[in-house]
Structures are given as structure tokens and as C-alpha cells.
């Protein structure tokens, strides 16, 4: 079993930063990502990693602002968001899994493992 814990999470003015981290416990998967659910909207892909060689995938809506990255020691994944905008408020989950390699780290099926959720407030 994977047990994963958020944390970070806060009220941030437009143009700030933010970091988020997830510590997993347990080794059982071969990716992590973030995903977040905006208010009154679906849960959508933010950003993900393959643990083994490293590679990330990115969310159009957050390339070039936020940077995914691990710690192998720690078993901790982070998320740096910086030029937060208003509509980057949503409840922010950390996700690991196992995923195929050649298939998609962008679809939330693939991940059989989820932390609690963390909420991000952007203000304008």
C-alpha cells in the first residue's frame, strides 16, 4: 500500500508562489503527478513524473509557471507554482501510480493512489 500526504497548501496573492509536497510512503509505483479540481469544475491533470528515468509531462495551462520535481531520498514529490493566477485556485491532489511505459501519465485512471487534497486560494 501507498499512503500520500499533501501539504502546502495556502492563500496566495496573484503573481505569488507557492510549493507544494507529497510524501509517499512505500514504494509500489513508477509515477507521481498533481492533479487539481477548480470550484464546480472536473478533476484535471496539472503535471507528472515518471519516477524511473525522470521525464515530466505538463498541463499546457501551467507550462513555463510551474516545475515538477522528487526527492529519491525522501520519497517526496514537489510542485514549485510561481506567477499564480486566480484561476489556478482549485483543491490540488498528489497521485502516484503504476503507468505503462508508452501510455499516457496524463489520465487520472492510471493512478490507483491519491493524497487527501490540498487547497490553493489565488486572490486577484
Known amino acids: 500500500q501507498v499512503q500520500l500526504t499533501e501539504s502546502g497548501g495556502g492563500l496566495v496573492q496573484a503573481g505569488g508562489s507557492l510549493r507544494l509536497s507529497c510524501a509517499a510512503s512505500?514504494?509500489?509505483?513508477?509515477?507521481m503527478g498533481w492533479f487539481r479540481q477548480p470550484p464546480g469544475k472536473e478533476r484535471e491533470f496539472v503535471v507528472a513524473?515518471?519516477?524511473?528515468?525522470?521525464?515530466?509531462v505538463y498541463a499546457d495551462s501551467v507550462k513555463g509557471r510551474f516545475t515538477i520535481s522528487r526527492d529519491n531520498a525522501k520519497n517526496t514529490l514537489y510542485v514549485q507554482m510561481n506567477s499564480l493566477k486566480p484561476e489556478d485556485t482549485a483543491v490540488y491532489y498528489c497521485?502516484?501510480?503504476?503507468?505503462?511505459?508508452?501510455?499516457?501519465?496524463?489520465?487520472?485512471?492510471?493512478?490507483?493512489?491519491w493524497g487527501q487534497g490540498t487547497q490553493v486560494t489565488v486572490s486577484s
Open positions: 512505500g514504494r509500489s509505483f513508477n509515477s
Open positions: 497521485a502516484a501510480g503504476t503507468v505503462v511505459p508508452g501510455t499516457s501519465l496524463r489520465s487520472d485512471n492510471k493512478y490507483g493512489y
Open positions: 513524473i515518471r519516477w524511473t528515468d525522470g521525464l515530466t
